[in-house]
């Protein structure tokens, strides 16, 4: 598989650049989802809330990635009352699981790889079903974005790669 070196960067909450970063992150995760809702169930098969939150942690590290992952579901709630309040807990779970797992494999790897990507895609997804499942106590509906998901999923993956590829340099 091809991997790409990148500058990859763990920024800190002292740091001015940790929250234009996540501003920027967290402006895509408000735009991307209404596109997405545009489309009938585009929220629940292009899981667009997460994408911006991948980049912003793999790329900036697990503060950029966290302020992304918990501030993009609350202020989307907010301003358009979506996600959902019922669903809400189960994506901000989800979303810090991402963070988490994005920031500890660009730290550990320290390059973009679509095996990598791959890896932190699963990791957030099937310990989020096991967690969406404790808290909604329905299977069915826990292993939705293995159901229908996929293509975000797939999208996460390798639009994730790409954007982490074109901005490799910065």
């Not at 735009?31 to 809330?49: D, E, K, S, W, Y």
């Not at 730290?107 to 957030?124: D, M, N, P, Q, T």
């Not at 808290?135 to 292993?143: Q, T």
Request: glycine share 8%; aromatic share 12%.
């Amino acid at each position: 598989m091809e991997t790409t070196s990148v500058k990859l960067y763990s920024l800190n909450y002292k740091e001015v650049k940790t929250y234009l970063f996540a501003s920027l992150f967290i402006a895509g995760n408000l735009v991307l989802p209404q596109i997405c809702h545009l489309v009938p169930n585009g929220g629940l098969t292009l899981l667009p809330i997460y994408f911006f939150t991948l980049i912003a942690a793999y790329k900036y590290g697990f503060k950029v990635g966290l302020l992304t992952a918990i501030l993009s579901p609350l202020v989307n709630y907010l301003l358009f009352a979506m996600p959902s309040l019922d669903v809400l807990p189960v994506i901000l779970a989800k979303s810090t699981l991402l963070a988490g797992a994005a920031a500890y494999a660009a730290h550990k790897f320290e390059k973009v790889s679509i095996l990598a990507i791959i890896g932190v895609v699963l990791a957030y997804q099937v310990v989020g079903t096991l967690i969406e499942w404790a808290i909604v106590k329905d299977f069915f509906l826990a292993v939705q974005d293995f159901r229908i998901g996929i293509p975000g999923m797939l999208i996460q993956v390798f639009g994730g790669y790409a954007v982490l590829k074109a901005i490799a340099k910065l």
